[in-house]
């Protein structure tokens, strides 16, 4: 089932083209990958998808509701000595629910203690977010966005500053959600990504997409810092690539 | 020295002490984890503007000062929600020009021979009874809001894009913390001073941000450590004959200080 449709889409900051004529379906399973250079209009797309941003030209067609879109922001930008616990940032998924003049639902802290466990770190649940390793941080960032169920989820680099082990843990229960969430990674470091996503979007102002599903997916374990160059000549060796391109 | 307790003026210069340092906890902590310490400083610099017009027209001081504060805070809050490219010349700009309204008002105030000092750098000792009710009320209303607020303000401050996803109009409660910091310093200005009271909004809650892992066990601390600091001022004001403000200033840069070097040898 197609979740988002995006037909003939244009951005631009100022006067600068950041994105040119975007096209891309995302279906209910898809794992995918949106790769490309630092300001080559990744983050902005997500934006865009979001809400965040508003097309200035073209469409972005929703087949879902706004609080079933997960987002899982870039830690890097957030505060980590700000004092605020793993559950306190969980909680904010319930943040918009019903109003309770002191402090939260039962039913709220239950939904994100369960959103906690999901991602394994309940027992974190009352630590200060900067006490937390990288890797743990992205969890709890994570298991907030689960808090509303949704149907798809949005990460904005989600592995930046965490090594490789780190990285491989995270995609792993980003694999692990695939099975019932629709799974879209925002990354410009695809070494171990790779590994999991079935497509992939590059994206440098335009958008070139490759299906990954039926290649061999052992081109990261031999090099974890394979560039975004040697993937795409990568996949076209394969053959298997670009079954559609926009 | 607890014979001093039976004078009027010291009772209400202990209350209101410990009134502004409720309020100071809590919008400090917020200053702080907003990194909005700076506007701030030009909310309390404009509201000198309506402390000015105040005396000039003869309506109560401290609600011409809350008036100015606020419009100065919805302003800053219009300006920086619009383009922050130059919000620093900005507030810089508002903190002078309200200084100089203030002293161009005072200055055509006719037969006016208050001393202005006590204003700029504050006079615990001089704080009415009228004043601690001004002070109650306004304390009363920053507690109430931040309570009955405080998941939107903690999403706000922690993650505003998230925040936005979730439907929270973030613009609204971005304005509504600069107006509880306008609100706070007007409350703060007859004890510290205009000058003085960043000081009490901020080392307070730098002080309790090292040990609260909440947004709300920091308000309480720092509410907490800033009743210490103006008391402990207070009595060294007191026993030194010297300026309130600036002992309650000092105790907590030095508190501060220590704190901070011992965590350092560990």
């Not at chain 1, 975004?228 to 000549?233: A, N, P, Q, T």
């Not at chain 2, 929600?81 to 200084?99: E, H, P, Q």
């Not at chain 2, 009743?227 to 840069?253: E, H, R």
Request: hydrophobic share 50%.
């Amino acid at each position: 089932m197609e979740l988002i449709n995006i037909s003939n889409l244009f951005y631009k900051y100022h006067k600068t083209d950041v994105l040119e004529n975007i096209n891309l379906t995302i279906k209910d399973d898809d794992f995918l990958a949106i790769i490309g250079p630092n300001g080559g209009g990744k983050s902005t797309l997500l934006k865009l998808i979001l809400g965040l941003l508003t097309p200035q030209d073209g469409k972005i067609e929703k087949k879902i509701k706004n609080n079933q879109v997960g987002y899982v922001p870039q830690n890097t930008n957030l505060n980590t000595d700000f004092p605020i616990t793993a559950l306190e940032i969980v909680l904010m998924g319930h943040v918009s629910s019903k109003k309770k003049l002191f402090g939260y639902s039962k039913e709220d802290i239950a939904c994100a203690m369960a959103s906690l466990s999901k991602v394994s770190m309940a027992d974190f649940a009352n630590s200060k977010i900067g006490d937390l390793s990288g890797g743990q941080r992205q969890r709890v960032f994570i298991a907030r966005a689960l808090c509303s169920n949704p149907k798809i989820m949005l990460l904005d680099e989600p592995t930046a500053s965490i090594d490789v082990k780190g990285q491989r843990e995270i995609y792993e229960l980003l694999k692990e959600l695939n099975k019932s969430i629709c799974i879209v990674v925002v990354s410009h470091d695809i070494s171990v990504l790779l590994n999991y996503a079935k497509n992939v979007a590059h994206i440098n102002k335009n958008l070139v997409y490759h299906s990954l599903e039926n290649i061999e997916k052992n081109v990261s374990t031999q090099n974890e810092h394979l560039c975004e160059v040697e993937l795409l000549s990568a996949l076209g060796k394969s053959h298997v690539c670009c079954d559609h391109t926009h | 020295m607890l014979e001093i307790l039976q004078y009027d003026f010291i009772q209400n210069a202990l209350i209101s002490g410990i009134l502004i340092s409720i309020a100071a906890g809590i919008i400090g902590s917020l200053v702080v984890v907003n990194k909005i310490t700076f506007l701030t400083g030009g909310i309390a610099h404009s509201s000198y503007g309506g402390i000015g017009l105040a005396i000039y027209t003869g309506i109560p001081v401290l609600f011409g000062a809350t008036v100015f504060a606020v419009i100065t805070a919805i302003l800053i809050a219009i300006i920086t929600l619009k383009n922050r490219t130059r919000i620093d010349a900005i507030i810089g700009m508002m903190w002078a020009s309200g200084m100089a309204i203030g002293i161009i008002f005072v200055d055509l105030t006719p037969g006016y021979n208050v001393d202005l000092m006590s204003y700029l750098f504050g006079s615990i000792i001089a704080v009415s009874s009228e004043d601690i009710y001004y002070m109650t009320v306004l304390d009363i209303f920053i507690i109430g809001i931040v309570v009955y607020f405080y998941k939107e303000i903690l999403a706000v401050s922690y993650d505003s894009e998230f925040a936005t996803l979730r439907g929270i109009n973030v613009k609204f409660f971005y304005t509504l913390i600069l107006i509880l910091a306008a609100l706070c310093v007007v409350a703060a200005i007859k004890a510290v001073g205009l000058i003085l009271v960043i000081a009490l909004l901020t080392i307070p809650t730098y002080l309790a941000e090292s040990f609260a892992s909440r947004l709300s066990s920091m308000m309480i601390l720092s509410s907490i450590l800033a009743t210490i600091f103006t008391i402990s001022g207070l009595v060294v004001s007191y026993a030194y004959d010297i300026s309130s403000g600036a002992s309650i200033i000092m105790v907590a840069v030095l508190v501060l200080g220590v704190v901070k070097v011992l965590k350092y040898k560990r």
